[in-house]
């Protein structure tokens, strides 16, 4: 399936729910692209999952901003692949930095940058520690086995309406 066409579904994918995130957040390795940086070089030709450029295509078109949040050791070889793909101009914020902090630092980074609030974020990632950390700062966050792809995509939109749709929790009664 082309860009195009994935774009196309991706948009009347979007169309499906009356309340969207304000940033979609992704991970690189193993989540926009099947690969791990620092096991590349800069010199190669890096491509994406087939459905995430036309994703991306799609969240830009409906305007709803994007970030990335890599705790790659080689953010310079991430920065390149991002240049060579021509995905530069897609993201508010990128934060590729090694981190023990299970992206919770990246998270900090990204609102501080945007001020969007957690709870208005979508977030994609393939490893589970990282959805759980982010997942506790109120971020509705999605594991995803083999890249963002339109099944990936759709439960994540879904996941974000249900949550967005849940009442506030009351505050707890003062002790006196």
């Given at each position: 399936m082309g860009d195009e066409r994935v774009k196309?579904?991706?948009?009347?994918?979007?169309?499906?729910?009356?309340v969207l995130p304000r940033l979609v957040v992704f991970d690189l390795d193993y989540t926009l692209w099947p690969f791990y940086c620092e096991c590349r070089s800069k010199r190669?030709?890096?491509?994406?999952?087939?459905?995430?450029?036309g994703i991306m295509c799609a969240l830009k078109e409906k305007g709803v901003d994007m970030a990335i949040a890599s705790r790659s050791p080689t953010s310079d070889i991430a920065r390149v692949f991002i240049d060579k793909l021509e995905l530069?101009?897609?993201?508010?914020?990128?934060?590729?930095?090694?981190?023990?902090?299970?992206?919770?630092?990246?998270?900090?980074?990204i609102h501080r940058k945007t001020g969007v609030p957690y709870k208005s974020m979508l977030f994609?990632?393939?490893?589970?520690?990282?959805?759980?950390s982010v997942s506790k700062m109120g971020v509705t966050s999605v594991l995803?086995?083999?890249?963002?792809?339109?099944d990936m995509f759709k439960l994540g939109l879904s996941n974000f309406a249900t949550t967005a749709a849940a009442p506030e929790p009351a505050p707890a009664p003062e002790d006196k």
């Open positions: 196309a579904e991706a948009l009347q994918i979007l169309g499906l729910f009356q190669e030709s890096p491509s994406l999952y087939r459905h995430a450029k530069q101009p897609m993201f508010v914020a990128q934060e590729i930095f090694s981190s023990w902090t299970h992206k919770t630092e990246h998270f900090q980074k994609f990632d393939d490893e589970d520690r990282n959805i759980q995803v086995n083999n890249g963002l792809n339109l």
